[in-house]
């Protein structure tokens, strides 16, 4: 007999009590430790989100510069528009707007602040309306990539620096000589010299690399490298000391590099790119027309671009000009119609990404047709009328371990198969469908005999109990109830192949296509691909299409899952 009195006391003991509490803290460790890793899976997928919508926001919308351009009859036949030089008929537009721009570096900037698909925009658009030709019309230039991004704020902004004292210039042809009956350039000459430190700091960190190269080669007994390292050294000090004894002139005269924040000068219309400047004089060079006098304090601007020209891909003059264009009026921005109208390019402003959308829609809708239609009577055939035997069993394995083969050992089965033997074409939908088919297949199999098998004997024996044959069974009652799990697996599936890329670069889908595709047998690309592509360009412009791209590619995929969980809702069912 069990003394329950003894076996109370013992219940209530304190040895008891204390694992009573040891257990009831475990628990609340194991609940605090779920809420801490979703809570840490939360924040990673906000920063995530955070950073890639922060980065794409730059490429949604696009900026235009409104100018007027002569459609001259001479230049345009009106039988035949497309053959007319409107690149050429743009720059001589610009060209006529600022004379002052000379030289050919200087040209070559003005000429890029427009991009270079405007000019064809321009021809479509007189194309279809002919009766322009010999009028001048005004047209919205697309901006180009270093515009964009200057308009945009991400070269930094040209910013006014308060005055005092009266202005007197003297021209000498393009170059200007200037005084202020106040210190008014004193402030920025505090600037001038932290940039002058700064680059001797850079020179001497040079040469004591010199100096440690000179001792390692010393020890070498390499006398003849040892002494060029030491050659080095003493070149980066002399340098280094010559800015600093510049950086210590108390009222010196400082020259502007491309080192030094730009300095310039506004007076009315004209601008004045300062080259040397001292505490209330200066010289520079003049972008304009003007006579030599005196301006008041009221009259003239001291600006001031603190990111340094080497810092920038925006020249002086090209900011000056854009800064122009800006004060006039002629500067509007809106939504991106490129990025989600236009093809690939390798100019930023005019990429989109339609070519790879399109792309990925004809790959993915090759892909299911594929994958569904092989791998659900497959997942049919092994669950209700294969039998178990060592044949079946040595196909159920390599089908879960198919399902585990990395994607670019698919990659290489379809360049060897459907490419090298087949002869299929490259950088085509069906070929990286069909690809990505195979990748699918295993997951689709898995899902859809795991929705079949979870269908209650009770239904098949129902049927049959009733006249059914077995086909009828599977096809008429088996599939319909377990359709719900088996839709849910393809779409993950999908999704899965919809993020894929290292399969579709051993199929050539890497290839730089800016054509829509119209169908599954044309050269494509696809989105991961062109993300892909996309991060791998110098320009900083992409780097904003890059997010944006993702995050065109996370919305299909989120649309995918979404549907997932609705068609498993939807089609339900409880037994």
Same mark, same amino acid.
């Given at each position: 007999?069990?003394?329950?009195?003894?076996?109370?006391?013992?219940?209530?003991?304190?040895?008891?009590?204390?694992?009573?509490?040891? &257990?009831?803290?475990?628990?609340?460790?194991?609940?605090?430790?779920?809420?801490?890793?979703?809570?840490?899976?939360?924040?990673?997928?906000?920063?995530?989100?955070?950073?890639?919508?922060?980065?794409?926001?730059?490429?949604? @919308?696009?900026? $235009?510069?409104?100018?007027?351009?002569?459609?001259?009859?001479?230049?345009?036949?009106?039988?035949?528009?497309?053959?007319?030089?409107?690149?050429?008929?743009?720059?001589?537009?610009? *060209?006529?707007?600022?004379?002052?721009?000379?030289?050919?570096?200087?040209?070559?900037?003005?000429?890029?602040?427009?991009?270079?698909?405007?000019?064809?925009?321009?021809?479509? #658009?007189?194309?279809?309306?002919?009766?322009?030709?010999?009028?001048?019309?005004?047209?919205?230039?697309?901006?180009?990539?270093? /515009?964009?991004?200057?308009?945009?704020?991400?070269?930094?902004?040209?910013?006014?620096?308060?005055? &005092?004292?009266?202005?007197?210039?003297?021209?000498?042809?393009?170059?200007?000589?200037?005084?202020?009956?106040?210190?008014?350039?004193?402030?920025?000459?505090?600037?001038?010299? /932290?940039?002058?430190?700064?680059?001797?700091?850079?020179?001497?960190?040079?040469?004591?690399? $010199?100096?440690?190269?000179?001792?390692?080669?010393?020890?070498?007994?390499?006398?003849?490298?040892?002494?060029?390292?030491?050659?080095?050294?003493?070149?980066?000090?002399?340098?280094?000391?010559?800015?600093?004894?510049?950086?210590?002139?108390?009222?010196?005269?400082?020259?502007?590099?491309?080192?030094?924040?730009?300095?310039?000068?506004?007076?009315?219309?004209?601008? %004045?790119?300062?080259? @040397?400047?001292?505490?209330? /004089?200066?010289?520079?060079?003049?972008?304009?027309?003007?006579?030599?006098?005196?301006?008041? =304090?009221?009259?003239?601007?001291?600006?001031?671009?603190?990111?340094?020209?080497?810092?920038?891909? %925006?020249?002086?003059?090209?900011?000056? #000009?854009?800064?122009?264009?800006?004060?006039?009026?002629?500067?509007?921005?809106?939504?991106?119609?490129?990025?989600?109208?236009?093809?690939?390019?390798?100019?930023?402003?005019?990429?989109? !990404?339609?070519?790879?959308?399109?792309?990925?829609?004809? @790959?993915?809708?090759?892909?299911?047709?594929?994958?569904?239609?092989?791998?659900?009577?497959?997942? !049919?055939?092994?669950?209700?009328?294969?039998?178990?035997?060592?044949?079946?069993?040595?196909?159920?394995?390599?089908?879960?371990?198919?399902?585990?083969?990395?994607?670019?050992?698919?990659?290489? #089965?379809?360049? *060897?198969?459907?490419?090298?033997?087949?002869?299929?074409?490259?950088?085509?939908?069906?070929?990286?469908?069909?690809?990505?088919?195979?990748?699918?297949?295993? %997951?689709?199999?898995?899902?859809?005999?795991?929705?079949?098998?979870?269908?209650?004997?009770?239904?098949?024996?129902?049927?049959? =109990?009733?006249?059914? *044959?077995?086909?009828?069974?599977?096809?008429?009652?088996?599939?319909?109830?377990?359709?719900?799990?088996?839709?849910?697996?393809? !779409?993950?599936?999908?999704?899965? =192949?919809?993020?894929?890329?290292?399969?579709?670069?051993?199929?050539?889908?890497?290839?730089?296509?800016?054509?829509?595709?119209?169908?599954?047998?044309?050269?494509?690309?696809?989105?991961?691909?062109?993300?892909?592509?996309?991060?791998?360009?110098?320009?900083?412009?992409?780097?904003?299409?890059?997010?944006?791209? !993702?995050?065109?590619?996370?919305?299909?995929?989120? @649309?995918?899952?979404?549907?997932?969980?609705? #068609?498993?809702?939807?089609?339900? &069912?409880?037994?």
């Amino acid at each position: 007999m069990i003394d329950m009195t003894e076996l109370s006391k013992k219940h209530r003991s304190p040895q008891a009590a204390a694992r009573l509490h040891k &257990r009831n803290a475990a628990q609340k460790r194991l609940k605090y430790y779920g809420i801490l890793a979703i809570s840490l899976s939360g924040l990673a997928l906000a920063i995530l989100l955070w950073s890639v919508l922060g980065k794409s926001a730059g490429a949604l @919308t696009e900026y $235009q510069i409104q100018m007027e351009i002569t459609l001259d009859a001479e230049l345009i036949d009106r039988d035949n528009i497309e053959r007319a030089d409107f690149s050429q008929l743009s720059k001589d537009m610009l *060209s006529n707007r600022f004379p002052f721009v000379n030289g050919r570096t200087e040209r070559r900037g003005l000429f890029d602040i427009i991009s270079s698909g405007a000019a064809y925009e321009l021809r479509d #658009l007189v194309a279809k309306n002919p009766n322009w030709v010999g009028q001048t019309i005004p047209f919205d230039f697309l901006a180009s990539d270093i /515009a964009d991004l200057y308009f945009k704020g991400a070269y930094g902004q040209i910013e006014p620096i308060t005055h &005092r004292g009266a202005l007197t210039i003297q021209r000498d042809g393009e170059s200007l000589a200037f005084s202020s009956s106040d210190a008014d350039f004193a402030p920025l000459l505090g600037n001038v010299r /932290a940039r002058l430190l700064a680059r001797a700091n850079d020179h001497r960190i040079e040469a004591a690399l $010199q100096e440690n190269g000179r001792r390692v080669f010393n020890e070498r007994g390499d006398f003849v490298e040892a002494a060029k390292r030491k050659n080095n050294r003493d070149f980066e000090l002399a340098q280094a000391e010559a800015l600093e004894a510049l950086a210590a002139q108390p009222d010196g005269v400082f020259e502007l590099d491309q080192f030094t924040a730009s300095i310039f000068l506004k007076l009315g219309q004209v601008w %004045v790119r300062v080259e @040397t400047i001292s505490s209330n /004089a200066g010289t520079g060079k003049i972008l304009g027309d003007i006579a030599n006098g005196v301006w008041e =304090a009221s009259d003239w601007q001291l600006l001031i671009y603190n990111s340094p020209p080497i810092t920038r891909k %925006v020249s002086d003059v090209q900011a000056i #000009l854009l800064e122009t264009l800006r004060e006039q009026g002629k500067v509007s921005s809106g939504i991106n119609r490129h990025f989600f109208t236009s093809g690939d390019s390798r100019e930023p402003e005019l990429a989109g !990404i339609w070519g790879a959308a399109v792309g990925s829609f004809w @790959t993915m809708l090759v892909t299911i047709i594929f994958a569904f239609f092989i791998g659900v009577p497959a997942a !049919i055939y092994l669950e209700e009328f294969a039998r178990d035997n060592k044949f079946t069993r040595l196909v159920e394995i390599n089908i879960n371990n198919l399902a585990a083969v990395p994607s670019i050992v698919f990659g290489l #089965l379809g360049l *060897s198969v459907f490419i090298g033997f087949m002869g299929m074409q490259r950088s085509s939908p069906i070929v990286g469908g069909m690809v990505l088919g195979i990748m699918t297949l295993p %997951v689709i199999i898995i899902a859809a005999r795991a929705a079949i098998k979870a269908v209650p004997p009770s239904i098949r024996d129902g049927a049959l =109990a009733l006249g059914a *044959s077995d086909l009828q069974v599977s096809m008429h009652h088996v599939l319909p109830l377990s359709m719900p799990g088996i839709l849910t697996g393809t !779409i993950l599936g999908m999704a899965r =192949a919809l993020g894929e890329t290292a399969p579709l670069i051993m199929i050539g889908m890497v290839a730089f296509i800016v054509d829509i595709p119209d169908g599954p047998t044309n050269n494509a690309t696809v989105l991961p691909v062109q993300i892909f592509r996309w991060a791998d360009f110098p320009e900083r412009a992409f780097e904003a299409r890059t997010a944006a791209a !993702i995050m065109v590619l996370l919305a299909f995929l989120f @649309t995918m899952n979404l549907t997932a969980i609705l #068609l498993r809702k939807r089609f339900e &069912r409880r037994w």
